[in-house]
């Protein structure tokens, strides 16, 4: 059975860092691209980064470039995201996504079950 | 950034009816369109992908439709366990974008 599970989120501060991880098992991790999507109810969902197998592909949205960095361990079964300068635009439930992709285009297969991100003073 | 359009954002249904929701692309995206079904507290679960095609495990009585900047979901006999909301998601460029989504209740 495959399964995404996140961690690492929590309360933290403007300003802030935080490092989100989904821990991979029941499929062959190393195969897979892998994305972060947020959601938030005002905004609703929101993809934020991508990373091909070999993380050879990066990209990331704008709103969050130069902030954030996706990076994933194929020998370890984890992707994580370091997330800083945070602000509260950033408040949001957090999803790691298994990517179902023709070449590098992907629609999300699975999903973990999100990690709740709050960025407030 | 290719916006992404549904409608209704939301409206209500009674078991059995046929239910259709749009999903309009401010540039053509070919069929590179997703659709997704959430429930309260859990994350989204893949309906179809590539616009038409149905994922393996997912009821039959959904269809996708379309392509280039028009998309449809089709629900062709609404059961209880299908009242949700429902999200399109364009992978043509990125950043890849969701539909603010459409949320169907129970008449």
């Known amino acids: 059975e495959v399964q995404l599970v996140e961690s690492g989120g929590g309360l933290v501060q403007p300003g802030g860092s935080l490092r989100l991880s989904c821990a991979a098992s029941?499929?062959?991790?190393?195969?897979?691209?892998l994305s972060w999507v947020r959601q938030t109810p005002g905004k609703g969902l929101e993809w934020v980064s991508y990373?091909?197998?070999?993380?050879?592909?990066?990209h990331y949205a704008d709103s969050v470039k130069g902030r954030f960095t996706i990076s994933r361990d194929n020998a370890k079964n984890s992707l994580h995201l370091q997330m800083n300068s945070l602000t509260d635009e950033d408040t949001a439930v957090y999803y790691c996504?298994?990517?179902?992709?023709?070449?590098?285009?992907?629609?999300?297969?699975?999903w973990g079950q999100g990690t709740l991100v709050t960025v407030s003073s | 950034a290719i916006r992404m359009t549904q409608s209704p954002p939301s409206f209500s249904a009674s078991t059995g009816d046929r239910v259709t929701i749009t999903c309009r692309a401010s540039?053509?995206?070919?069929?590179?369109l997703a659709w997704y079904q959430q429930k309260p507290g859990k994350a989204p679960n893949l309906l179809i992908y590539?616009?038409?095609t149905l994922q393996s495990g997912v009821p039959s009585r959904f269809s996708g439709s379309g392509s280039g900047t028009n998309f449809t979901l089709t629900i062709s006999c609404l059961q209880s366990e299908d009242f949700a909301s429902y999200y399109c998601?364009?992978?043509?460029?990125?950043?890849?974008?969701f539909g603010q989504g459409t949320k169907v209740e129970i008449k």
């Open positions: 590539a616009a038409s």
């Open positions: 540039e053509g995206i070919s069929s590179y």
């Open positions: 029941g499929f062959t991790f190393s195969s897979y691209s």
């Open positions: 990373i091909s197998s070999s993380s050879s592909i990066i």
């Open positions: 996504a298994r990517g179902y992709c023709r070449s590098s285009s992907c629609a999300f297969d699975y």
């Open positions: 998601q364009q992978y043509y460029s990125y950043p890849w974008t």
